[in-house]
C-alpha cells in the first residue's frame, strides 16, 4: 500500500506522541507505549527504533526483578547525542546556549553590543555566535536538531519576521530568513531555525524541560525593562492575531496614572518597569539591585509600592486566564522580596476579598537563562507539535 | 485488515474535516475535497456518501456550464435533517431554541422563573422544556445531534458541573448529569448533552455560525448584570484550569475604585455592570433602558462614563489577547450609543496615543438569542473537533 501524505503525517504525529510520553514517563517499555498509544506493538517497535536511530531515545538497563519471562526495556530521551542551540536577542546583548533534550546546559556564551549599534551589524553577530555554537556542539559529537531565537518584541510566527521591538527601536526585521541565509551560504543550510518572543519562549523553558510537573494553563510574567507575558495553553503558545499578546506592561492599571514610554498614561509599565524603578531614584540598575539587596528604606518602600501593582496586574491576569501556575522571570526578580512578596501579598489580599485562592506562584526556573533555554525549548516544541 | 482505534478517530477527524470545508466552502465537490485534504477520491467518496446518508451533508444541483464531461456535485451543509438544540439558563429565565446546522432559529421558547427557586424545581423546569423542544423537533422530522446548556457561572468541562454561578446563587450543581439522567428515565438518553459558561456559548454563536467571516483569535464580550468574556484561540475555548477564565468583570480598573458585588474594589463590574448602573439612579433595569433610549441627559452622562471604563477594559484585554475581532454583546448593548461609542472612542484612543490600530470592534450577531443559540454551536463545536 502507498504511503499518503495522510499516512506520512500520522507517522509524524504518532512518532512525537511516543517522545512526549517517554518525556513524561522515563522508563515506560514499548508494551507500555502501545496500551497508551493504541498503536499496535509493532508499529510502536518500528518506530521506537527509528527514534533511537535518529538519537531522540534510548533504552535504560534492564532491571532484575526475578520474575520469569522477557523483562521489558525500559526507555528515556537520549541527552547524549542531539543538542538545541537557543539564543537570546536581548537589549544589548546576545547569548546563546545549547542544551541536550532535557534542558540541561551544555554550553553557555554571551556578548554585548551598543544598543544603537546597525541592525546588519547585530545580525552578523548573531550568527557568527550561532555558527560558533553548531560547530562546538557537532566537534563534541552531537547533532543539532535546529535554532532557536528569542526577541524582546512582538514575531509574526508563520514568517520569523520581528515586527516591531520597541527598547531594540527596531521594526520589520526578518531574522529567519536572514539567519537562514547566513546558515545557509556557510554550509549549514539543513539546520532549521525558529523566531518567537521571549516571554514566550522564556514559558515554554517552563513547559518543555519539566514535562511531567508542569501546569496547563501556565502564565509567566517576564519582569525587566518591559514587561511581558508568555501564555502556555493545551500545550501551545498564546500569540494572538499578529504575535501582538503578552502584551500586559500596557494594561492600565490606573486612569491617568503615570505616562509610559509607550505614550499612553497609567500602564504596568509605568510602575514597576525596571528603567523606571532606576530612573526614579537616579540610578543605574546595578545600583538599585545593589540598595535593594542592602536593604535601603527609601528604595524597599518604593519597591513595596511598585510590587503592589505588581500583585494587581497578576489579578488581573488570573481572573482573565486562570492559570494553574504563574511563573515569575526576568532582571526584575533581583530585587527581591521587598518587590515579589509584596506583589504576592496583594494579589493574595486581592483574592480573599473575593473568597477564592490564588494558583500557584514560583520563581522562573531558568532564572536569567530563561531566554536562551527558552529559545532551545522552542525548538523542541516546535518538532513536538507537527500539527 | 482490522479497524484499529487510532484509524475509527482518524476516520471520524478526516469525516468532520470534511464537513468543516464543506460548512466554509458551500459548493465544493468531492474532487476538491480530495484536493483539499490530501485523501484520495475515493475515501472521500466513502465518507461523504456517509455524510449525506446521516444528514450532514447534502448535494446542490449540478450548474449546467456548457462544458463537456462529468460536471462535480456541489455540497452544502445540509440544514433540513438535522437539529441542534440550545438552551440558555438564565438568571431568573430558561431560553430554549432549535437551530439548523447553519444556525438557523427553527423555534424558540422561554420560561421566567423566580431567582431564589429551589435548584431542582429549576432544574426540573429546564428537563421539561428540553424535552418538549426534543419532541417538537422530532415531530417536524428532524434528528436531535445533541442539546448544549449556556448558564451564568464556570463550569467544569470534562464533568458539565456548573462550579459557582453568583448570579444565581448555585454552587457545584452537576448540570449535565441531572439532564441527561432525566433524558435517560424518558427514553431520550441516546441524545448527547454539553454545558458551559454564557459568554463562552456566546462567542462560539459568532464562530461555528459564520465561519466564512470568522475572525480568530475572538474576544466576546458579554455585558450584562455580570460582565464575562469568551474567548476562541485557534478554533477552541479557551477556559483556564477549572473554568475560570474570562471572568474580566473582575479586573480591576480603579485601586479603591466602588465595591463590587464579589467584596473587591474597582472592579470593571463596579463600573458598568448593568445592575450597578441601573441601582445608581433608583431605577429597574427596563427603566433605565427607556431612559437611555429617551436620551434623559443625567443618564447619559452616566453612560458615556461607563463607556470609558468598558473602553479601558476593551484596551487592557487587546493587549493580553491580541484578538482579531472583538465581539459586544448582552443585554447592555440596549443602552445604546452612549454607551457603546464612548467605550470605542475611549478603545481607540487609548490604542491611538501608542500608534496602534485597533482590531474590528461589531456587535453581537444572535443579539439576544445568543446563549441559546450558542448553545446550539456548542452541540456542533463538540461534534466538529474530536479531539
Request: proline fraction near 4%; hydrophobic fraction near 45%; aromatic fraction near 4%.
Amino acid at each position: 500500500m502507498a504511503i499518503t501524505g495522510d499516512q506520512r503525517l500520522l507517522k509524524r504525529i504518532n512518532r512525537m506522541a511516543l517522545v512526549r510520553l517517554v518525556r513524561g514517563h522515563p522508563g515506560l517499555s514499548r508494551a507500555e507505549l502501545a496500551v497508551e498509544t493504541g498503536l499496535t506493538k509493532s508499529t510502536v517497535s518500528l518506530l521506537v527504533q527509528e527514534l533511537i536511530d535518529e538519537g531522540w531515545l534510548c533504552e535504560d538497563d534492564v532491571l532484575v526483578t526475578g520474575a520469569i519471562g522477557r523483562r521489558p526495556t525500559p526507555l528515556r530521551l537520549d541527552d547524549q547525542r542531539l543538542a538545541l542551540i537557543g539564543v537570546e536577542l536581548g537589549v544589548g546583548m546576545i547569548g546563546v546556549v545549547a542544551t541536550t533534550l532535557n534542558g540541561e546546559v551544555i554550553s553557555k556564551y554571551s556578548h554585548s553590543f551598543t544598543v544603537d549599534s546597525e541592525i546588519p551589524l547585530v545580525l552578523s553577530m548573531l550568527c557568527r555566535a550561532i555558527m560558533d555554537t553548531v560547530h562546538a556542539t557537532r566537534g563534541a559529537g552531537r547533532e543539532v536538531l535546529g535554532v532557536g531565537i528569542g526577541v524582546p518584541g512582538a514575531v509574526q510566527e508563520s514568517s520569523g519576521v520581528l515586527c516591531v521591538a520597541p527598547n531594540l527601536g527596531w521594526r520589520d526585521v526578518a531574522i529567519r530568513d536572514e539567519v537562514m541565509r547566513v546558515l545557509q551560504a556557510h554550509s549549514l543550510g539543513d539546520i532549521q531555525v525558529f523566531v518567537q518572543n521571549d516571554a514566550d519562549v522564556a514559558a515554554l523553558s517552563e513547559v518543555e524541560f519539566s514535562p511531567s510537573s508542569t501546569h496547563d494553563p501556565l502564565l509567566f510574567l517576564s519582569l525587566g525593562i518591559g514587561v511581558g507575558a508568555g501564555v502556555v495553553v493545551g500545550g501551545r503558545l498564546l500569540l494572538g492575531r499578529g504575535g501582538f499578546a503578552g502584551e500586559v506592561g500596557h494594561i492600565q492599571l490606573q486612569p491617568d496614572g503615570p505616562v509610559c514610554s509607550c505614550g499612553r498614561k497609567g500602564c504596568a509599565e509605568a510602575f514597576f518597569g525596571l528603567q523606571v524603578l532606576a530612573n526614579s531614584f537616579h540610578l543605574s540598575r546595578e545600583q538599585l539591585f545593589e540598595r535593594a539587596s542592602q536593604g535601603d528604606p527609601e528604595v524597599v518602600s518604593a519597591l513595596r509600592s511598585a510590587g503592589q501593582h505588581l500583585g494587581v496586574l497578576m489579578h488581573n491576569l488570573w481572573v482573565t486566564l486562570d492559570p494553574a501556575q504563574i511563573v515569575l522571570g526576568g532582571r526584575s526578580c533581583r530585587l527581591g522580596p521587598a518587590f515579589l512578596d509584596s506583589a504576592r501579598e496583594t494579589f493574595n489580599a486581592l483574592a480573599h476579598e473575593a473568597g477564592l485562592e490564588t494558583p500557584l506562584v514560583v520563581q522562573a526556573k531558568y532564572a536569567e537563562l530563561m531566554v536562551p533555554v527558552g529559545a532551545s525549548a522552542l525548538v523542541l516544541h516546535k518538532y513536538l507539535q507537527p500539527i
